[in-house]
């Protein structure tokens, strides 16, 4: 089963818009929160995080925000770049458990010039 | 300093056959995860090594394993490969936990006729 899903296989904005990515989970024992952006022939490069004790985590142009009680979360990109067109991927865990990062399938952000 | 560097970068191979994947990790950390890319699934986690010890496992079948070396590299192996086993396999390195910061590397692009 998925446990972390982000429904949206794509999404397209135009440059200076925001770009929201969104990602919703299953599990209620999972305490922390990843986002990982991934461009073509490279692998995943970590991009922001959040904990569950938090409901928003800012750094510079990204922020994700956190509803727990709606098991999700979401990644806001203000304003957005032809450079952030990328998969990005969510990803989730539980500390001091098994420790396995679960992740999402992930959303192809195309941001137009 | 140098990233998480893996080889070889593309592999063709047939079904039946067994194959041997690198990954050297960043200078310094001791966690290696392997993970399966696939469109369909996206991001699978396989195993987790520390101390040369396998200390996570994936849903994964046993023809799937690994191991690691006392300077923290780690390769993976499987075995009697299956059309299914065709995806980007992604070595991610961290200090001490898997759920410390993980840095990914480009990934091994196999091929399976």
């Known amino acids: 089963d998925q446990q972390v899903k982000q429904n949206s296989p794509s999404l397209s904005v135009q440059e200076g818009r925001i770009s929201i990515l969104n990602c919703d989970y299953t599990n209620s024992m999972f305490d922390y929160f990843l986002w990982y952006k991934k461009y073509p022939a490279e692998g995943p490069t970590f991009l922001i995080s959040i904990s569950s004790i938090k409901d928003k985590n800012e750094d510079g142009r990204f922020t994700v925000f956190l509803n727990k009680s709606a098991k999700h979360l979401s990644l806001h990109i203000v304003p957005s770049q032809p450079g952030d067109s990328a998969v990005y991927f969510c990803?989730?865990?539980?500390?001091?458990?098994?420790?396995?990062?679960?992740f999402g399938k992930g959303t192809k952000l195309t941001v137009n010039p | 300093k140098a990233g998480v560097t893996q080889t070889p970068r593309y592999l063709i191979k047939t079904r039946g056959q067994q194959v041997t994947l690198s990954c050297s990790p960043i200078s310094g950390h001791r966690s290696v995860s392997w993970y399966q890319q696939t469109p369909g699934q996206g991001l699978q986690f396989l195993f987790e090594y520390f101390s040369e010890t396998q200390r996570n496992k994936g849903n994964f079948p046993g023809r799937f394993s690994g191991r690691q070396f006392s300077n923290s590299r780690s390769e993976m192996n499987v075995s009697t490969l299956e059309l299914g086993d065709s995806a980007l396999y992604l070595c991610?390195?961290?200090?001490?936990?898997?759920?410390?910061?993980?840095?990914f590397g480009p990934g091994t692009r196999l091929t399976v006729l």
């Open positions: 990803a989730a865990l539980k500390q001091g458990g098994s420790e396995k990062l679960v």
């Open positions: 991610a390195s961290s200090l001490v936990r898997n759920t410390d910061t993980q840095y």
